[in-house]
Every structure is written in C-alpha cells, then in structure tokens.
C-alpha cells in the first residue's frame, strides 16, 4: 500500500501552506471501526460505527475491506444485490475487483482505481474477485463509501464512472514528505476526476515517518479522516490515532495531521483516506441495500425490487 505513488514526492505540485488568518479544525471525536463479514464473507471494519449521522452527513457507510493476504480459492465477493437513493464508490487500493451491473457499466478495478456508481432510482450489481484471483490468492485491501443524493436526485438515472488510478491528481506539501491522491472534489486549486452528484472531495494521504501536513478544506464541507495503516496524531491537540480509527473534525479551514517518527513493521507510513463534502441536512431512511427519506419510500423500494423495476440480471448470469 499505496498502489499510486511516486519515488520523489518533490517533484509534485506543492499545495499551498494555510494563511495565518485560516483556523484549524478541531477534533471532536476519535472511534474505533469494528471488525465484520460482507457479501459472501470478506472482513471488514465498519468505519463509520457508533458516529452520529449528522456528523457524516452526506455519507451514509464506509467498509475497509481487508486488507487481508487471501490464500488460493479464499477471495470472495458479493452476490447480485440492488440499490436505490445513494451512490456506491468503491476505491481498490491493493488487489483486483469486477464489478458489473444490470445498466451496462463495469470493468476490472484495481491497484488505485475507483469505481463510482450512482445507483439513484435503481440498478443492481456484483462485485466479485476475478477467477485468477480466487485461482491464486493474494492481496485484497480496499474501501466502499457510500454517499447519500438529496431528495430531488434520489430517483436520477443511474450511471457509472471508471476512475483510472493514474487518473487521479498526485500532489505534495511543503516540505515533500506527503503523497496526496484527489479522488474526488477540490483540494485548493487542484480537483479530482470523479464526477459526484452531491458534493464531496475524496484524498488518500501518505504522510512519511516524522511529516506534519496541514491540509486545506473547504469550509462549508464535513471532514473525516480515517487510518488505513499506521500511528500518528490528528488536530491542533495531537489527538493519537492509529490504523481503523476515524476521527471528526468541526469548524476551520485546514485539517492538521501527523505521522509518528516510528512506525510498526508492517507499515511505513502514515495511510488516512480524508473525506467530506456538503451536508444535505434531510430525513435519512436507511434499510439494507437502500436509502431514502421515509419509511414509505424504503417500502417503496422493496416493492420495486420485488416486481423487478430496479433492474434485470444479464443473461449470461442467470
């Protein structure tokens, strides 16, 4: 980990430091992720568990999937499952996934790309490692977001992005010791490729043993930064975190992290997914594969799912 990187971070456009008038965020909360099975039964950790919603708004759910060393006829997927309401992002950062859905979209995802499906009214889909992955086994490590669309687009036509790895903006601080990936969103004066429906941004950071970033957000945006791998401190306060933790940050415009001078044997470096975007601010009526505003939309939905109106298994599935 990370699959997209660079030997000299040096050599990358350089964000910009805060002003002395910008405030940092503080920290106001610091869980752990428990530890779960999905689909057919691949481990994750539930990132969001025990955070109140407003404090996401407008995700909804983050699994890290993995990251586990799969042996030979152990990789295991998801069977075909719908979805209604929200967009699906599925960033792959080490091993290989397929995904395919009942529109049309789909491909191989691996090694830092990202696969961005706005399931809005409707669609159903497989996520599932390839057969020479199950074959052989190997490395599987990854995150699945899901974001929530406000009401008036709950029903948008579902659509699928394929975020390339090397598609992705690759920058650096001041000083070179940090590797940041813009998925998603705007990062000063940088922007992301993926095309998001509500808005949000969406950066893997690398921060070297001993590096401090300060990083610019916007201020009208949430802001969650969760540990993929490694030690450090978030905030103004030097909260400590560690790998599975997510911590929540409220009111400025910069988030503050750092990377402890030594880190354990299976990792190098500090690895956080920082995400936020816009609040919604509306009803949120989540069960299961969908979500929506009320509990008769939810019902709604099922129906739909029932009767067959959120999509067809291709053929060739069945």
Do not use: C
């Amino acid at each position: 980990m990370p699959a997209v990187t660079v030997a000299n971070p040096l050599e990358l456009p350089r964000l910009v430091a805060p002003l002395v008038t910008d405030r940092p965020r503080r920290v106001t909360s610091i869980t752990t992720a428990p530890r779960g099975l999905e689909g057919e039964g691949f481990p994750v950790r539930r990132a969001f568990a025990g955070v109140d919603l407003a404090d996401l708004d407008p995700f909804v759910h983050m699994d890290q999937m993995g990251e586990v060393d799969y042996g030979p006829g152990e990789p295991k997927g998801t069977p075909w499952h719908p979805h209604r309401g929200f967009e699906t992002v599925t960033y792959m950062i080490d091993g290989t996934f397929v995904h395919q859905d009942s529109i049309g979209g789909g491909g191989v995802i691996q090694n830092g790309a990202t696969q961005w499906m706005t399931a809005g009214g409707g669609i159903l889909h497989i996520e599932r490692p390839p057969d020479e992955l199950i074959d052989t086994g190997g490395l599987f490590h990854g995150i699945q977001l899901w974001v929530n669309l406000p009401a008036a687009l709950k029903m948008t036509r579902p659509r699928y992005q394929d975020i390339e790895a090397l598609a992705i903006s690759l920058l650096s601080n001041e000083t070179g010791d940090a590797i940041i990936r813009v998925i998603a969103g705007q990062l000063g004066t940088y922007a992301g490729p993926g095309d998001t429906h509500t808005p949000i941004s969406l950066v893997h950071v690398t921060l070297l043993p001993g590096a401090r970033l300060a990083l610019p957000w916007n201020p009208a945006y949430n802001a969650l930064t969760y540990i993929l791998a490694g030690t450090g401190t978030v905030g103004l306060d030097r909260r400590p975190i560690h790998d599975g933790q997510l911590a929540v940050h409220r009111d400025g415009d910069f988030l503050l992290l750092e990377a402890d001078e030594h880190q354990d044997s299976r990792t190098t470096a500090l690895e956080v997914l920082v995400l936020g975007g816009q609040p919604i601010r509306e009803p949120v009526a989540a069960y299961g594969p969908f979500v929506m505003n009320t509990r008769a939309e939810l019902q709604q939905a099922f129906d739909d799912y029932q009767a067959g109106r959120l999509g067809q298994i291709p053929a060739e599935h069945i």
